[in-house]
């Protein structure tokens, strides 16, 4: 066997039932074309195929399950020098992915490419190629990524390539294409570039969706983004409208002065008309915010309010009364509000919070959180416990313990209060809210997309935060891990877990997740979350990073399949690219490292927990992947014909 896997492989071993399954067939066509064109192609010898072993167990070389055909490969950085050979990679005829970015090809693009008939990602960018854009790429019906940027293509950017209705990211900056923009209307389109060209002529509506830094850097693009076509120079199309004989310019004219006489009266009566209007806006409003103020006055959300208000069948009259210390002597002393760990900087009692203004945060599975505005200014969060089983003391203990976790990633209770009716926690509050309101939030209506240094970043933040719990003495479970409970903080390194080692609050007789899609299997069963069932839950939140879904969505096809068996039945017909977010399509040279995050989230979402790695392994890897990530940023920028190394070739 070959030492060099590549991370499709290796993720196609965790799901495929048997490795034993590699049985040595060879994909003896593919192997013909591939070493055609590795004589034909000078190269830096870490490429060293050894023609004794499997072309399966070359670098860069991926074969599909049977090992009968190669279906992706990845050459990124090798120094591969001179023009593509034709009919050579042409005749891979499985190939899905085929990567040679970063290198030093020369000379056009051979048109036989266009009959790798279920290419879905082609990767040319960083090279030296120049010549057209081939044509016959109209035929790659199935191709949902094309990076030719950073080469030396000449002439039009073809109209045929609406065409390939499935793609989701042309990139084509960087190059020397001239004449106009063709309209490209392909729906699946997310990510698109043709910045540093040669273009000329007006944008068509079709792309003026994307941002101006699509365009940029041309001869004499114009209009929406870019700043509007010049009317007054000629344009590629004259405007019906334009007049050319000299008698009827002079009536123009005066017709304009006209025009502009009228277009001034309108304006100021339009001007005054808005006064008005605004005057009378601002008169009702002032009168209704003030009949407002006086509504709401009698019922302002108290937090010893709101049980009532929602309907809840939690608080009793009886434990109003203790609550607002009208319970007597003895009260007064229960009431107490305990703060434990640095919650004692806090300066606020019981009555303080009664007091507060409250606004439901959520509703989760221990209860129900409020954002709490305190009189004096502060701000926290008060969440309501519902089905407590511990004794007060038991809760005390417990809450103690808690209290005294300090972690950057992890928010700590910082004040409790117990009563036999009435069990509340308090928190900081984090205004950047949750991974999950920023990750599925007004989706498509022109947000800003969660990119993948963010994602990555989120996601190391949480797992270091759920590594020192199941490090700490004595070593706690989250029991809760969910996109919800991941508060992000303007520096997301400090994003934090909340709402952690809860469940020995509630017994085994409540179930400790309700949230269908993060539990694992085995919980089920023993109510009862360990360190191992936190790790398949951090795999499902990786998931959901990756693939943008949210694992509780109805719409992932079946009906109650759960995301780890989805992306694992759309890895398995139709391989990874399919599975990514793609709000993730537009980024350029990422999907190594998707791969590699996948690859990690599906070991954690194991059905055995025994299979799944521990926590502390996990942030290892993806902080492999980032600072690989930063050493590949480092020697791109040095320049040189070396760029990031596959991960698959482990350089000999
Ligand atoms: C090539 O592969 C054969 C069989 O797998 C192995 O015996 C041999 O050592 C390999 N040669 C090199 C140069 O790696
Ligand atoms: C790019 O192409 C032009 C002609 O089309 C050629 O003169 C130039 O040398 C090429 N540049 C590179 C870097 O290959
Ligand atoms: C387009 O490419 C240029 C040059 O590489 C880059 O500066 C710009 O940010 C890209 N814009 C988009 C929207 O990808
Ligand atoms: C755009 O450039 C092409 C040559 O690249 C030229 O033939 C055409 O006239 C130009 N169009 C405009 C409107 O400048």
Same mark, same amino acid.
């Given at each position: 066997?070959?030492?060099?896997?590549?991370?499709?492989?290796?993720?196609?071993?965790?799901?495929?039932?048997?490795?034993?399954?590699?049985?040595?067939?060879?994909?003896?066509?593919?192997?013909? @074309?591939?070493?055609?064109?590795?004589?034909?192609?000078?190269?830096?010898?870490?490429?060293?195929?050894?023609?004794?072993?499997?072309?399966?167990?070359?670098?860069?070389?991926?074969?599909?399950?049977?090992?009968?055909?190669? =279906?992706?490969? %990845?050459?990124?950085?090798?120094?591969?020098?001179?023009?593509?050979?034709?009919?050579?990679?042409?005749?891979?005829?499985?190939?899905? *992915?085929?990567?040679?970015?970063?290198?030093?090809?020369?000379?056009?693009?051979?048109?036989?490419?266009?009959?790798?008939?279920?290419?879905?990602?082609?990767?040319?960018?960083?090279?030296?190629?120049?010549?057209?854009?081939?044509?016959?790429?109209?035929?790659?019906?199935?191709?949902?990524?094309?990076?030719?940027?950073?080469?030396?293509?000449?002439?039009?950017?073809?109209?045929?390539?609406?065409?390939?209705?499935?793609?989701?990211?042309?990139?084509?900056?960087?190059?020397?294409?001239?004449?106009?923009?063709?309209?490209?209307?392909?729906?699946?389109?997310?990510?698109?570039?043709?910045?540093?060209?040669?273009?000329?002529?007006?944008?068509?509506?079709?792309?003026?969706?994307?941002?101006? &830094?699509?365009?940029?850097?041309?001869?004499?693009?114009?209009?929406?983004?870019?700043?509007?076509?010049?009317?007054? $120079?000629?344009?590629? *199309?004259?405007?019906?409208?334009?007049?050319?004989?000299?008698?009827?310019?002079?009536? /123009?004219?005066?017709?304009?002065?006209?025009?502009?006489?009228?277009?001034?009266?309108?304006?100021?009566?339009?001007?005054?008309?808005?006064?008005?209007?605004?005057?009378? $806006?601002?008169?009702?409003?002032?009168?209704?915010?003030?009949?407002?103020?006086?509504?709401?006055?009698?019922?302002?959300?108290?937090?010893?309010?709101?049980?009532?208000?929602?309907?809840?069948?939690?608080?009793?009259?009886?434990?109003?009364?203790?609550?607002?210390?009208?319970?007597?002597?003895?009260?007064?002393?229960?009431?107490?509000?305990?703060?434990?760990?640095?919650?004692?900087?806090? &300066? $606020?009692?019981?009555?303080?919070?009664?007091?507060?203004?409250?606004? *439901?945060?959520?509703?989760?599975?221990?209860?129900?959180?409020?954002?709490?505005?305190?009189?004096?200014?502060?701000?926290? =969060?008060?969440?309501?416990?519902?089905?407590?089983?511990?004794?007060?003391?038991?809760?005390?203990? %417990?809450?103690?313990?808690?209290?005294?976790?300090? %972690?950057?990633?992890?928010?700590?209770?910082?004040?409790?209060?117990?009563?036999?009716?009435?069990?509340?926690?308090?928190?900081?509050? +984090?205004?950047?809210?949750?991974?999950?309101?920023?990750?599925?939030?007004?989706?498509?209506?022109?947000?800003?997309?969660?990119?993948?240094?963010?994602?990555?970043?989120?996601?190391?933040?949480?797992?270091?935060?759920?590594?020192?719990? %199941?490090?700490?003495?004595?070593?706690?479970?989250?029991?809760?891990?969910?996109?919800?409970?991941?508060?992000?903080?303007?520096?997301?390194?400090?994003?934090? +877990?909340?709402?952690?080692?809860?469940?020995?609050?509630?017994?085994?007789?409540?179930?400790?997740?309700?949230?269908?899609?993060?539990?694992?299997?085995?919980?089920?069963?023993?109510?009862?979350?360990?360190? /191992?069932?936190?790790?398949?839950?951090?795999?499902?939140?990786?998931?959901?990073?990756?693939?943008?879904?949210?694992?509780?969505? @109805?719409?992932?096809?079946?009906?109650?399949?759960?995301?780890?068996?989805?992306?694992?039945?759309?890895?398995?017909?139709?391989?990874?690219?399919?599975?990514?977010?793609?709000?993730?399509?537009?980024?350029?040279?990422?999907?190594?490292?998707?791969?590699?995050?996948?690859?990690?989230?599906?070991?954690?979402? @194991?059905?055995?927990?025994?299979?799944?790695?521990?926590?502390?392994?996990?942030?290892?890897?993806?902080?492999?992947?980032?600072?690989?990530?930063?050493?590949?940023?480092?020697?791109?920028?040095?320049?040189?014909?070396?760029?990031?190394?596959?991960?698959?070739?482990?350089?000999?």
């Amino acid at each position: 066997m070959g030492t060099s896997l590549s991370p499709l492989l290796l993720l196609f071993l965790f799901l495929s039932a048997s490795p034993l399954q590699l049985a040595l067939s060879e994909p003896t066509q593919d192997r013909v @074309a591939l070493l055609s064109f590795i004589t034909q192609t000078p190269h830096e010898n870490r490429i060293q195929w050894n023609t004794s072993a499997s072309a399966c167990d070359w670098v860069g070389v991926t074969c599909d399950p049977n090992r009968t055909a190669v =279906v992706e490969l %990845h050459l990124p950085g090798v120094g591969l020098l001179g023009p593509i050979p034709p009919n050579t990679l042409g005749s891979l005829s499985s190939l899905r *992915v085929l990567s040679l970015r970063s290198n030093r090809l020369t000379g056009t693009i051979p048109d036989d490419l266009a009959g790798l008939s279920v290419l879905h990602g082609l990767y040319l960018q960083d090279n030296l190629l120049s010549g057209p854009i081939p044509t016959s790429f109209a035929r790659l019906g199935r191709l949902s990524r094309l990076d030719l940027s950073g080469n030396n293509l000449t002439g039009e950017i073809p109209f045929a390539i609406n065409n390939i209705s499935r793609l989701t990211t042309l990139f084509l900056q960087r190059n020397k294409l001239s004449g106009s923009l063709p309209s490209i209307s392909i729906d699946s389109l997310a990510g698109f570039n043709v910045s540093y060209n040669s273009l000329n002529g007006s944008i068509p509506k079709s792309l003026s969706r994307f941002p101006d &830094s699509s365009f940029v850097g041309n001869l004499a693009l114009c209009g929406d983004p870019l700043p509007p076509c010049n009317p007054f $120079f000629p344009s590629p *199309v004259p405007s019906p409208g334009s007049v050319q004989n000299p008698a009827g310019k002079a009536e /123009k004219k005066k017709k304009k002065l006209s025009t502009g006489a009228i277009v001034g009266i309108a304006i100021g009566s339009a001007a005054l008309l808005l006064f008005l209007i605004l005057a009378i $806006f601002l008169c009702l409003a002032w009168r209704r915010r003030g009949r407002q103020r006086k509504e709401k006055e009698p019922k302002v959300e108290s937090t010893a309010a709101i049980g009532t208000r929602s309907g809840e069948t939690g608080m009793t009259s009886s434990s109003k009364e203790e609550m607002s210390g009208a319970g007597g002597a003895t009260a007064a002393e229960r009431n107490k509000l305990v703060f434990v760990g640095r919650g004692g900087g806090y &300066s $606020f009692d019981l009555e303080d919070l009664l007091r507060a203004s409250a606004e *439901v945060l959520g509703k989760g599975i221990v209860g129900t959180s409020y954002k709490a505005v305190l009189e004096e200014g502060t701000t926290v =969060v008060v969440k309501r416990l519902k089905d407590v089983v511990a004794s007060k003391r038991e809760f005390e203990t %417990h809450m103690e313990l808690l209290g005294q976790v300090e %972690h950057q990633n992890l928010l700590p209770v910082r004040a409790y209060y117990y009563s036999k009716d009435e069990k509340l926690l308090v928190f900081d509050y +984090l205004p950047a809210g949750s991974l999950s309101s920023l990750l599925h939030g007004s989706r498509g209506s022109g947000r800003s997309p969660l990119d993948w240094d963010s994602r990555i970043r989120i996601a190391l933040a949480a797992g270091r935060g759920l590594a020192h719990l %199941h490090s700490s003495e004595p070593r706690l479970a989250h029991g809760d891990i969910k996109a919800s409970n991941v508060l992000l903080r303007s520096d997301l390194d400090t994003s934090a +877990l909340s709402d952690f080692s809860l469940s020995p609050l509630f017994g085994s007789s409540a179930p400790p997740s309700r949230v269908a899609g993060y539990r694992a299997p085995e919980v089920l069963e023993t109510r009862r979350p360990t360190p /191992k069932s936190d790790v398949y839950s951090f795999g499902v939140l990786l998931l959901e990073l990756l693939t943008g879904k949210a694992p509780n969505q @109805a719409s992932l096809g079946e009906e109650g399949i759960d995301l780890p068996r989805w992306v694992q039945s759309v890895v398995r017909e139709e391989w990874t690219a399919e599975v990514f977010d793609v709000e993730l399509m537009r980024y350029q040279n990422i999907e190594e490292e998707m791969v590699q995050l996948l690859q990690i989230a599906m070991a954690c979402v @194991a059905l055995v927990p025994d299979a799944r790695p521990d926590i502390a392994d996990v942030v290892r890897m993806m902080e492999d992947i980032v600072n690989r990530t930063a050493e590949g940023d480092d020697t791109s920028k040095a320049g040189g014909s070396g760029g990031p190394t596959p991960p698959s070739a482990p350089t000999p």
